[in-house]
């Protein structure tokens, strides 16, 4: 049997220091290439930040996984504890549902011991972001990602994501804060 090493997330916590973080669908399933789950965590992520107080300033949502820049609100809730929060509310949500439609996906959610997850295990990607410039680069690079995919021609094009708001469409539920 082999030796499995664990990855450990060092998570520099910095104040009114934005984050880029990634996180993924257990997996990398495409548990969020449906739009009512789109739609729900879009809302659950409009609740966290109410909760917990961080600034949201730029996210993308892929089927597999998600793209954040995020200020915490520090010490009270630092990032550990808002995506605790995001993935727990989502993830529970869906899988109810799931269970009631008996839906397929479930079987290849089951972890050990047969316990269903929708999200990876771990902390993800985690970044902070010194500067303006790199603030710039991660932002234009989470709002490209639907169209790298080519699920969009556009970055606007893409509902789940800030892209419509840094280009003036101020249609979504999210309202999105400046940095600096």
Known sequence: MGTFFRKSLKRFEIENQPRFLTFSCYRRLPLLDNNDIRDLFEV???AARKQHGFRLHAWVLMPEHVHMILTPSLPEHPVDIVLKSLKQSVGKRV?????NMEAPILQRMAASKGRLRFW???GGYDRNIRDEEEMLEKVSYLHANPVRRGLVDSPAGWKWSSARWYEGIRDGELI???WG
């Open 176 to 178: 999105f804060d400046t």
């Open 120 to 122: 990876q295990a771990g």
């Open 44 to 46: 659950r992520l409009d």
């Open 95 to 99: 899988i109810i549902r799931w269970k």
